[in-house]
């Protein structure tokens, strides 16, 4: 469930290190160190989730998150150093949707901005099964299911996460090394290896549109064949 992250963060490295995580989870990004640039960034209405560090250096981070909230309900995940237990409930309180604390996981991140996007759109009632190729395709990440031309497709846990990833940006290539870290959420050494099996597997159960769908990208990976319906 890809979307546009905005990462409001003082710290350009940390800035930097989860826009790396975030584009190879699908998401569009950008970012900002600044306080009063997120608000002009969120006013301009193109952001689906934005991380917010509360320490900014021009505007108090709970200012920007007030504002935030007050402003259309776009969902916040606040990551900060503030780990006092107060600090954390005064966020939410104020409407934040998740916290993480500082030290953190780029990866445990970038599944608590997929699960707050899946809230939010669920609650605005966009949990619509995603279709491609005017309803070929259809797959509906909550509850479990692909659907290839009305047939249920039974994929294992490894098909199942390879065919979500690629269908979360259609026509994006994804790199072996990018398809490790999106369906088994980390580095996996020896793990790239198997991809290619994987996918002939996935292929194979996708019938003789297989290599249409998942279609290779000689010398760099793999890529969805299908456009997403509007």
Request: charged letters at 25%; hydrophobic letters at 40%; proline letters at 4%.
């Amino acid at each position: 469930m890809a979307g546009t992250v905005l990462v409001v963060e003082d710290e350009k490295a940390i800035r930097d290190l989860l826009r790396r995580y975030l584009e190879r989870a699908g998401h569009g990004v950008l970012t900002t160190g600044s306080g009063a640039e997120a608000l002009r960034l969120l006013e301009a209405g193109d952001v689906d989730l934005m991380v917010l560090d509360l320490g900014l250096p021009d505007l108090d981070g709970i200012d920007v998150l007030r504002a935030a909230r007050a402003g259309g309900g776009t969902p916040v995940l606040v990551l900060t150093a503030r780990d006092a237990l107060e600090e954390r409930l005064q966020g939410l309180r104020l409407g934040a949707d998740d916290y993480v604390t500082k030290p953190f996981s780029p990866m445990e991140v970038v599944l608590r901005v997929r699960a707050v996007l899946q809230r939010a759109r669920g609650q605005n009632g966009a949990g619509d099964p995603a279709s491609y190729g005017g309803g070929r395709l259809r797959i509906d990440e909550p509850r479990h299911e692909a659907v290839l031309d009305g047939e249920r497709l039974d994929l294992t846990p490894t098909e199942w996460g390879m065919l979500v990833a690629l269908a979360a940006v259609p026509g994006r290539v994804y790199s072996r090394y990018e398809l490790v870290n999106r369906v088994r959420g980390y580095e996996f050494a020896g793990y790239e290896r198997t991809v290619d099996s994987h996918v002939k597997n996935l292929r194979h159960k996708l019938g003789p549109a297989g290599s249409e769908i998942v279609q290779t990208v000689l010398g760099v990976g793999y890529r969805l064949g299908l456009g997403r319906d509007p």
